[in-house]
């Protein structure tokens, strides 16, 4: 089992910038490929960025790209999500989610999700 705990959500000012983090438990979490998604308020949960394990290749969705940013530091078993310039419609509740097997992405392990609210 592998557990993913999400922090660092808040309610911040359009403009203003947040920082989540996401913890996830396991030795072999360099490997994990890790994503961050977002759900609002009677929407469908959406991709937001991830990050390949060992080669730490990024990708996002268009809306957020040149405005967020994803890392991960492997010896603290951490992935970040640096959000800067962020809109009110960025407003939702985060998941962090880890991949935890090779072969075809898919997120086996969720977290609990974190609150952001943008206030306009």
């Known amino acids: 089992q592998v557990q993913v705990v999400e922090s660092g959500g808040g309610l911040v000012q359009a403009g203003g910038s947040l920082r989540l983090s996401c913890v996830a438990s396991?030795?072999?979490?360099?490997?994990?490929?890790m994503g961050w998604f977002r759900q609002a308020p009677g929407q469908e949960r959406e991709f937001v960025a991830a990050?390949?394990?060992?080669?730490?290749?990024?990708n996002y969705r268009d809306s957020v790209k040149g405005r967020f940013s994803i890392s991960r530091d492997n010896a603290k078993n951490t992935v970040y999500l640096q959000m800067n310039g962020l809109k009110p419609e960025d407003t939702a509740v985060y998941y962090c989610?880890?991949?935890?097997?090779?072969?075809?992405?898919?997120?086996?392990?969720w977290g609990q999700g974190t609150q952001v609210t943008v206030s306009s």
């Open positions: 989610a880890a991949s935890t097997v090779p072969g075809p992405v898919k997120y086996d392990y």
């Open positions: 396991g030795r072999t979490f360099s490997r994990y490929r």
């Open positions: 990050i390949s394990g060992t080669d730490t290749i990024t």
